[in-house]
């Protein structure tokens, strides 16, 4: 049942190198749960070290992704923890259903969705995907425990964005959101500037709002990009494109400054300046880049690191800084998103806060760690928090204190794992499990 096998977070900067069970069956996971507790993971899409063990065992949970169950009068649909939130949202939209909130990727699995409480482009309308959550079935030394938000609050918010430390996630329950069908109405307008961008997310009131940033744009243009504004809505779905894929490990030079700035300017104006209307199917708008599969080969065979931040309202001058940082630095890729994220969060962990989110990815070579670091500490500077999903470089206490609420984790974690069995390499960097 165990196979040992080499495995990397989506950015392929990290990898770890272990045994690793793949069940197809609960009876399966719970026997493993007994005689060797360990963490899970799913597609891994996590870009750095969130569901690396290495060294140690782990549970991939890709084969326990069926559908258990759906109640079309409230809605509520009961899945098993494998099944990617995309096939989720493709099932339910024609049937006037869709999960209310949809990461940047259709792969990213029901369990990791729940541990990293992840957000999609409609924060600010609909809060994080845990608050949407009424159950979750964990696996617990080799037995299966249901945990609900309002009799088993404590437990409930270690677990959703808490990283799978309280146990392997095996089910739950997701409240999902009536939908008019399966498709968007999106329009892309051109913003010319940090302080037009701003103002732009913060007058808009479509449901979902992402904006393209252009990250090695200088001067009068720093901050400028596109802003999507979605809304889904009936129709007839056009001809489905044709996935591509990335079949080799890209060149260095294929994300050298000159390259990169030369993309970026003509994505920038292939949206014409008086803007554009179109429908297309929802996923396509909801996940741009799984239609190139490895998509991440683009970085070469040294991978890549995504640096997310959140800061509040008050503090957006600090995302134009560290803009203006990352620009000198000629470091930035093609891959930069800004959006305005409400309040919402489900767990102690969690990390959304009301304010702006930059996250931008940049090659694994030569001073991408230390611009990052210089970014983590503009992050803390104004208040603000980095994101657990994404993060590969970050340092231990510095993070802590950017969760207020970590010391209710860890004693929720510590009484439901008490042995440590679920600790991953990010926890260990992080050292997210020290009482200190």
Not at 64 to 90: K, Q, S, W, Y
Not at 102 to 122: L, Q, R, S, W, Y
Not at 239 to 259: D, F, Y
Request: positive net charge; aromatic residues 8%.
């Amino acid at each position: 049942m165990w196979n040992e096998i080499s495995y990397s977070g989506w950015g392929r900067a990290l990898s770890a190198k272990g045994r690793v069970a793949r069940p197809e069956r609960l009876s399966a996971l719970a026997q493993l749960s007994q005689e060797t507790p360990a963490p899970a993971f799913g597609q891994l899409r996590s870009y750095g070290d969130a569901a690396l063990n290495d060294g140690g065992p782990a549970v991939d949970m890709t084969r326990l992704d069926r559908m258990i169950n759906f109640d079309p009068d409230t809605g509520i649909v009961h899945v098993e923890a494998g099944m990617p939130i995309g096939d989720m949202g493709r099932l339910f939209a024609a049937r006037g259903w869709i999960p209310p909130v949809m990461p940047g990727t259709g792969f990213a699995t029901v369990g990791g969705c729940i541990a990293n409480d992840v957000h999609g482009k409609n924060h600010h309308v609909v809060g994080s995907f845990g608050q949407h959550v009424t159950e979750i079935t964990l696996m617990m030394n080799g037995k299966a425990k249901k945990f609900t938000p309002d009799k088993t609050a404590t437990l409930f918010k270690a677990t959703v964005g808490g990283l799978g430390q309280t146990g392997v996630i095996v089910s739950a329950k997701i409240r999902l959101m009536p939908c008019k069908g399966d498709m968007m109405v999106l329009t892309e307008r051109r913003i010319d500037g940090w302080d037009q961008f701003i103002d732009a997310l913060d007058h808009s009131h479509a449901d979902y709002t992402v904006g393209w940033i252009d990250a090695t744009a200088k001067g009068n243009s720093l901050g400028r990009g596109i802003l999507e504004e979605g809304e889904i809505t009936s129709g007839v779905s056009p001809k489905t494109k044709k996935a591509r894929a990335v079949p080799i490990n890209a060149p260095h030079w294929a994300l050298s400054g000159p390259v990169v700035r030369a993309f970026n300017e003509a994505y920038f104006r292939r949206v014409p300046a008086k803007g554009r209307t179109t429908v297309k199917p929802i996923a396509e708008p909801f996940f741009p880049l799984d239609a190139i599969h490895n998509w991440n080969r683009l970085y070469g065979k040294r991978g890549f690191h995504q640096f997310q931040c959140v800061v509040p309202l008050a503090h957006a001058p600090a995302l134009r800084l560290m803009l203006e940082r990352i620009a000198n630095s000629g470091l930035a890729s093609p891959l930069a998103v800004l959006k305005r994220m409400g309040a919402g969060r489900a767990g102690y962990l969690s990390f959304p806060m009301e304010g702006y989110t930059l996250a931008v990815d940049f090659p694994a070579r030569q001073g991408s760690a230390q611009l990052i670091g210089e970014l983590q500490d503009m992050t803390s500077d104004a208040q603000g928090r980095v994101y657990f999903a994404k993060d590969a470089l970050a340092s231990g206490g510095a993070v802590r204190a950017m969760y207020p609420e970590h010391g209710e984790w860890l004693k929720a974690v510590s009484k439901a794992d008490p042995d440590q069995a679920m600790v991953t390499d990010l926890v260990r960097r992080l050292d997210l499990r020290s009482t200190q």
